[in-house]
């Protein structure tokens, strides 16, 4: 009887494994499925569309700065996304950066100035907790790390909005539906509307250009040198392919005459 059950423990590790993947692989392609977008940021030679990169700050003050922290971003960053040190300047004096503490013990507030980091919503995360059911919002500094894969999720998550299917039932209080994101039910509601926010340079801000520039921004904080890295990296494989090549001919030039 022993042997028996030893003889059957792979067939059994086997069948609980499948019962393991099958859930997970069911999941993925429920919550994975979502459309691919040809950003051009990705690749090789990816590059910012630098006026999709300022338009998309325009949608993350109007839309998601009350929520979200780029906690790791300075004001003087956003001279990567092709703005004058003037035009930031008028920018960091719109907020408000606590300094210190005044004569009477309270938070003493200043303009911010083009060398401070752009400020959270919240004073600290106790009142981010209270205000949004237990949880802190994400910081959005990192968040488009995945580059392409992670664009495409996040840009998915903005579109997906919609209506529950009639047989969908959700188990948490306060949440919305949203098609891609997973368990399809997320807290923060749609923080676009249609032509919510207005273009300087004459784009419509229907809500999926929005979802495209604002995806494009977040992109951008996680890797806002890419530009530069790349432009190196060409510069340095055109440098050690001439190396190589005067290598080679003096290689042979030297190598001609022996027998």
């Known amino acids: 009887m022993m042997n028996l059950i030893i003889r059957k423990i792979p067939f059994i590790f086997g069948l609980m494994l499948v019962g393991l993947f099958i859930p997970m ?36 003050r109007k839309a998601c700065a009350s929520c979200h922290s780029v906690q790791y971003m300075r004001y003087a960053d956003l001279q990567q996304m092709g703005l004058t040190l003037d035009q930031i300047d008028k920018i960091a004096k719109e907020d408000q950066i606590v300094d210190g503490k005044d004569a009477q ?11 401070d980091y752009l400020p959270s919503p919240y004073p600290n995360t106790l009142i981010a907790k209270s205000v949004n059911e237990g949880k802190v919002p994400l910081d959005f500094s990192r968040y488009g790390m995945g580059m392409g894969q992670q664009a495409d999720y996040i840009m998915a998550i903005l579109m997906g909005y919609q209506n529950p299917p009639a047989d969908f039932k959700s188990d948490q209080v306060g949440m919305v539906y949203n098609r891609y994101f997973p368990g399809h039910q997320i807290a923060m509601r749609s923080p676009l509307t249609q032509d919510s926010v207005k273009y300087t ?9 929005q979802a495209k520039d604002v995806t494009t921004f977040l992109s951008w904080t996680a890797h ?16 050690m392919t001439f190396i190589a090549i005067l290598i080679l001919i003096v290689k042979r030039k030297v190598w001609s005459n022996v027998k």
Do not use: C, N
């Open 105 to 115: 013990g309270k938070d003493f507030y200043r303009p911010a100035t083009v060398v």
């Open 224 to 239: 806002p040198h890419l530009i530069e890295r790349h432009r190196i990296g060409i510069m340095m494989v055109i440098y």
């Open 201 to 209: 340079d004459g784009t419509a801000a229907t809500i999926e250009q």
């Open 25 to 60: 692989l069911s999941y993925a392609k429920e919550t994975m499925s979502y459309k691919h977008y040809p950003w051009s940021f990705t690749g090789v030679f990816g590059t910012y569309d630098l006026s999709s990169v300022q338009r998309g700050y325009l949608v993350y």
